[in-house]
């Protein structure tokens, strides 16, 4: 059985969504960010960055969003195209496009202050990192538009879990500025998040953390049975 080290509706939730989809078992050791758990010395030793999540494997530790999601599609043969399979290389890259680009552009909107200096440089540096988000975005919805076999509505994938959670985070943080992210723009994406809120999976994770019913199209903030959020 795997351990989750998670906190409610963070990056823990798109390995939750994968374990769920997997069947895989597994359980769940909340971070309790209101305590700053995952600066304490026990998280540390699981993942030296302190960041969430954390997965317990019979093989070690493994941290790193991406890196979970594809030691887990290797490891049960789920969920991504295979080494071998010709759609590898292209499934590989929008995947670390994901992990490494939007995903790491999405910590710096809602982190802008430990990225930029005084609160002028801060409107600047979000504005900009909106813009290149919007970017990204774009080149995500082609990709989905062309419907290839790792990202559609029919077939989920890792990459389909990761890509509609950060469309949910978009949405809702940051906090103060809330309402300029318009997922209707991205039409592609937003089929894909649509047709990912409908699965079982999907379903069990948003019970489990407390995320409402239309989590990735129409989202609300968590209210979780355990733990805090932020």
């Known amino acids: 059985m795997y351990v989750l080290h998670y906190a409610p509706d963070n990056a823990s939730l798109i390995v ?9 078992p597994y359980r769940t050791a909340l971070v309790d960010r209101r305590a700053r758990a995952q600066d304490g010395a026990a998280y540390r030793r ?11 494997t019979p093989e070690g530790t493994v941290f790193e969003t991406g890196a979970i999601l594809l030691w887990l599609a290797e490891r049960h ?54 813009d290149r988000i919007n970017r990204h975005l774009g080149l995500l919805d082609d990709m989905a538009a062309a ?32 309402g300029w992210f318009d ?16 699965r079982p999976a999907a379903r069990r994770a948003a019970l489990a953390e407390g995320l409402g019913d239309t989590i990735f199209t129409r989202p609300s903030h968590a209210n979780p049975p355990e733990g805090s959020a932020t």
């Not at 939750?16 to 895989?24: D, N, S, T």
């Not at 997922?183 to 409908?198: G, Q, S, T």
């Open 147 to 178: 419907r290839p076999g790792w990202c559609r509505p029919d077939q989920p994938s890792v990459l389909t879990f990761y890509l509609s959670a950060l469309l949910r985070w978009l949405a809702l943080y940051p906090e103060d500025t809330a």
């Open 46 to 56: 699981l993942n030296p960055a302190g960041l969430i999540p954390a997965l317990e």
């Open 77 to 130: 043969g789920a969920l991504a195209p295979l080494p071998g399979d010709p759609a590898r290389g292209d499934f590989l890259k929008w995947l670390f496009f994901t992990s490494n680009t939007l995903h790491a552009e999405t910590r710096m909107l809602f982190y802008p202050d430990r990225y930029a200096g005084t609160e002028a440089t801060v409107a600047a540096f979000s504005a900009r990192t909106r």
């Open 16 to 24: 939750r969504l994968a374990l769920e989809e997997m069947g895989a």
């Open 183 to 198: 997922i209707a723009a991205h039409p592609a994406l937003r089929a894909v998040a649509a047709a990912m809120e409908a």
